[in-house]
């Protein structure tokens, strides 16, 4: 198989089929099906990817582009293909090809224009990983409370995970009273998300995050513009999005526009004693420039190198690992790191403290 920077559109197309296919969104697999066949065809669909298939395989172009498609359906833009959309109201049916390509023609100027913006996912299942990470780092920290810092951050959703109520089965952690619940997620021995037996109180005081983009869900166009990005046929990652959205009514969080590796370097120039400093991201990193990597590492080598045991930092992050994404940690002082878990990249599975599951 070729190496995604060496993938043609039609493979790229192929893969990201698979990969909705895997996850139980049949409509977008369809989708794609119809894309690809008008790729071949010569039809609106290829005048639009053509000019993008050297993309860097990591910006997402299949998911942009039915992204695109998705918001112009959200905003009334497309009504005979709102017809197909579940987020519209819809059940897809015999004519969802024919209605596809027809509003891909009709809104090509107005998709063209949109398709160069970032998937913005912000998939808050994620948040089911990322707790025992948390959770890992307040323990190791000895109850310090905790300094989150998220890249990438999107609208935020993910930065709000102790707002949301967990339940592995063995311990439980978050708000009871929230709309947003995870429950049953964890395959083998879950996380102790109790703060194990030394009793630790795991806390937040403070919480920032940054973003190129970031999306202000406290607008029509931020909640549409998130919306858009979660595949519309999975009923259960909207209904976990619109809990979400409800939680950050309630619980603003402060967003910059920002390069990731500029906003952390100057947020990490300072230890700041009696907190553990979490740095953070989920699914970010295959969009991130290599110079800001570059910037990200140097600030977080630096952070390690002046961290002590009353000001240690952590860098939490869930990212591809092949067919699923791993957890891992990397804790200074020392900078030991350890993989935690693995996850499905929507964290509807998390395998905690185990080997890689036999996934494909």
Do not use: K
Request: glycine content about 10%; hydrophobic content about 45%; proline content about 8%.
């Amino acid at each position: 198989m070729p190496t995604p920077r060496q993938m043609s559109l039609p493979e790229v197309l192929t893969h990201q089929r698979r990969a909705c296919a895997r996850i139980g969104s049949e409509m977008y697999a369809e989708i794609i099906d119809v894309v690809a066949a008008d790729l071949a065809a010569d039809g609106p669909c290829a005048r639009l990817l053509r000019p993008h298939e050297d993309d860097p395989f990591g910006s997402a172009l299949v998911l942009r582009f039915l992204g695109a498609v998705h918001w112009l359906v959200l905003a009334g833009r497309a009504p005979a293909l709102a017809a197909h959309y579940p987020t519209a109201g819809g059940t897809p049916g015999p004519g969802l090809a024919r209605d596809f390509v027809a509003a891909v023609e009709a809104l090509s100027a107005e998709i063209d224009e949109r398709l160069p913006l970032p998937v913005q996912t912000n998939e808050v299942g994620r948040s089911a990983v990322l707790v025992g990470g948390y959770v890992t780092a307040a323990r190791r920290g000895g109850g310090r409370p905790l300094r989150v810092l998220e890249v990438g951050s999107s609208a935020g959703l993910n930065l709000r995970w102790d707002r949301y109520w967990y339940d592995t089965g063995a311990t439980t952690f978050g708000d009871p009273a929230s709309p947003l619940r995870f429950v049953g997620r964890w395959a083998g021995t879950p996380p102790r998300l109790d703060g194990g037996d030394a009793g630790v109180d795991v806390t937040v005081v403070e919480r920032a995050g940054c973003d190129r983009s970031p999306i202000d869900v406290g607008t029509d166009e931020g909640r549409r513009l998130v919306r858009s990005y979660v595949w519309p046929d999975q009923a259960g990652r909207h209904a976990r999005l619109d809990a979400a959205l409800a939680v950050a009514a309630d619980a603003p969080v402060p967003l910059e526009r920002a390069d990731l590796g500029d906003w952390l370097t100057e947020r990490l120039t300072t230890p700041v004693p009696g907190t553990t400093t979490v740095v953070a991201h989920s699914i970010v990193w295959q969009y991130v420039g290599e110079s800001s990597r570059r910037a990200m590492r140097a600030a977080l080598a630096a952070a390690g190198e002046a961290a002590t045991p009353d000001a240690p930092v952590a860098w939490l992050r869930m990212e591809p690992a092949g067919a699923v994404a791993d957890l891992r940690l990397t804790w200074w002082p020392g900078g030991d790191e350890r993989v935690l878990a693995y996850a499905e990249y929507q964290g509807d599975t998390v395998w905690w403290g185990r080997a890689r599951p036999a996934v494909s």
